[in-house]
C-alpha cells in the first residue's frame, strides 16, 4: 500500500515536530488541509510565508511581533507605571487572554537555574532594570510559573529592584509546578487580581 509521496511525507514530518503533534495527528492534520486546500493550505502557507519573513522580538520587552516594538510596547496606554514579568512569550500570551493586566510586559526568556547553567545575564535583568526606571515603573509584578526555578528568580528579581517599587506576584490560583500557558483564563485573573506583595 503507497504512502504520502515525497513532499507530503516531508510535510508531514515536520508536523510532526510541533508541540502536542504526533505522527498521526501530523498525518490527519496534513490529510484535512490537503482536502480543503483553498480554506484551509493556501492561506496557511501563505501566513506561514509571511510570519516567516516578518518575525522578530520586541525590542523592548522580548515578545513576538512583525516590528521591532509590539502592539503592547507601542500603546501609550499601556504605559500606566504598572510592569508584569513572565518567563517566555507563551505566558504574555496567556495573561494576555485573560484580558485582566493593562500595562507593559517583560518576557525573561527563562528562569535562573543552575542545572541549565543559566545566570542573571543570560536573562538580560540589567535591560529590566533600565526599563523600570525609563517607563517610571512603580509596581513590578512577578508573573512567574509556581516552580522552584521561577520562585528563586522571583525573589533574586525582587532582591535587586529598588525601594520605592513595588514587588507583588499572583496569589491564589495557580498551582505549585503550574505553568501559566496552561492555566484558564478566569485562574489567570483571579491570580492577577489577588496578587501580594514579596
Not at 85 to 109: C, I, S, T
Not at 135 to 160: F, R
Request: charged residues 20%; negative net charge; proline residues 3%.
Amino acid at each position: 500500500m503507497a504512502g504520502p509521496d515525497g513532499a507530503i511525507d516531508h510535510l508531514i514530518a515536520l508536523m510532526a515536530k510541533l508541540p502536542g503533534l504526533g505522527p498521526r495527528s501530523a498525518r490527519r492534520a496534513v490529510l484535512h488541509m490537503i482536502r480543503k486546500r483553498a480554506l484551509l493550505l493556501i492561506p496557511l502557507a501563505d501566513a506561514l510565508s509571511e510570519v516567516a519573513r516578518t518575525a522578530r522580538t520586541c525590542v523592548n520587552c522580548g515578545n513576538v511581533a512583525t516590528a521591532d516594538l509590539c502592539a503592547i510596547c507601542s500603546d501609550d496606554r499601556r504605559q500606566n507605571g504598572t510592569l508584569c514579568v513572565v518567563e517566555e512569550v507563551g505566558d504574555l500570551w496567556a495573561m494576555e487572554r485573560a484580558g485582566a493586566f493593562k500595562g507593559r510586559y517583560h518576557v525573561l526568556g527563562g528562569t535562573l537555574s543552575a542545572l541549565e547553567d543559566r545566570g542573571p545575564e543570560d536573562l538580560g535583568l540589567s535591560h529590566l532594570a533600565e526599563r523600570i526606571v525609563a517607563e517610571q515603573v512603580s509596581e513590578v509584578i512577578l508573573a512567574l510559573n509556581a516552580t522552584v526555578d521561577g520562585q528563586t528568580t522571583a525573589h533574586y528579581i525582587a532582591g535587586l529592584l529598588e525601594d520605592g517599587v513595588t514587588v507583588t506576584s499572583l496569589a491564589q490560583g495557580v498551582p505549585v509546578g503550574g505553568e501559566l500557558d496552561y492555566l484558564d483564563d478566569g485562574t489567570i485573573s483571579a491570580a492577577l487580581k489577588a496578587r501580594k506583595s514579596i
